[in-house]
């Protein structure tokens, strides 16, 4: 550790309990004190700097510091930081909101607006709930989720999830929900498409519905990529067929966006690429170009009017937080979308995601632990296998992640792998220079990593 960065380190551990992580580990790798980012580049008070391949998170699209976004979020700053959104309202959540319901799937016209992305999946949960009672189905009160999902940490979002790892010590206080086979074309067949595997794991989804559709609220995904779950991906042709058996079953869809949305798998959401439109859509991380705080859940005006009565009708969701709509984080997410809009960003990254599949494929993909690789649109990932032609993995306890974390540290590229999957999510500025940095460190950390 650099005597720079050593002081902030000793502040840090004396109070700071971090998040996802065995504190402990901090004995051997101390976290990484940033002083200041640029672009796809943090820095830490010693000058070392690290690529940003994972996006801080899947939050930051634009990079760190983005003179545009900074300029936005500073003039809102200016004129309103924060008001209550019960009984008021601000120019930047109405533009937001215009906005959102411009560019999301035909019939999302409402938005509802909380604070990050597990608290957006429990408000579409609770308010799939509330429509069917309000709309006297009261026996409509349970989820059906796909194994190895993830929807967040919160108690809700929890449990329509389906990774043990974060989901099993809790298991006690969470409520019961129906876990299906996941489409996730990983586990496909010798010679089956990812569509055609995708198709045959649906049958589970629809017997699922048919036995349960009379309590049952609502089915929850993650569209084409399970991310937590290891950046498993999936075909369309799934959304399409599950769009179809929730209207014929009269269950809610709830689509996840909210680490896959504003671009990620190649479209604006990635409901667009089934042509499926969600009863709910679930969007937070890259809203605000992955400058503040903000979710919002994007539903109907059938589902909104099923909420609106007299008061003492009793029917009105009363769910809430103290920042909901927060004006500064408003603000980033305009600046956000308007770069969308005149950078052409969507169609600038076909060829970043070209260039960054082809080299992930490149270096990685013949490596003789590295059972595959796959692509999404700027979302790329490498699975690591023992035994290849058996797809045995490795023990989750050799931690060998770890291993290509601390290696790519070393050589000045944060990537942070989900067990034994490295993937790459980096910030829409990237460069082609700095993909074949990000690909090639991977590589060495790969080779360095299964080397026994």
Known sequence: ????????????????????????????????????GLGVWLEDFAGHRYLDAISSWWVNLFGHANPRINAAVAAQLEKLEQV???????????????????????????????DNGSSAVEVALKMSFHYWRNSGHAAKRRFITLANSYHGETLGALAVGNVELYKDIYRPLLMDVITVPSPDGFGREPGETYAAHATRRFAAMEAALAAHAEEVCAVIVEPLVQCAGGMRMYDPVYLRLLRAACDRHRVHLIADEIAVGFGRTGTMFACEQAGIRPDFMCLSKGLTGGYLPLASVLTTDEVYWAFYDEYTKLTAFLHSHSFTGNPLACAAALASLQIFRQDRTLERNQA???????????????????AEVRQRGMIVAAELVRDKAAREAYPWQERRGLSIYRHALSRGVLLRPIGNVVYFMPPYVITPAEIDLMVEVAREGIELATCD
């Open 84 to 114: 209550i959104l019960a009984g008021f309202t601000h120019e930047p959540v109405i533009a937001l909101s215009e906005a959102l319901t411009a560019i999301a799937p035909p019939g999302l016209t409402r938005c509802f607006y909380a």
């Open 1 to 36: 550790m650099s005597q720079e960065n050593a002081p902030y380190v000793v502040r840090d551990l004396a109070h700071v309990w971090h998040p996802c992580t065995q504190m402990k580990d901090h004995e051997q790798l101390p976290p990484i004190p940033i002083r200041r």
């Open 352 to 370: 970043l995601s070209e260039q960054l599949g082809r080299r992930a494929r490149e270096l990685l993909e013949e490596h003789p632990h590295v």
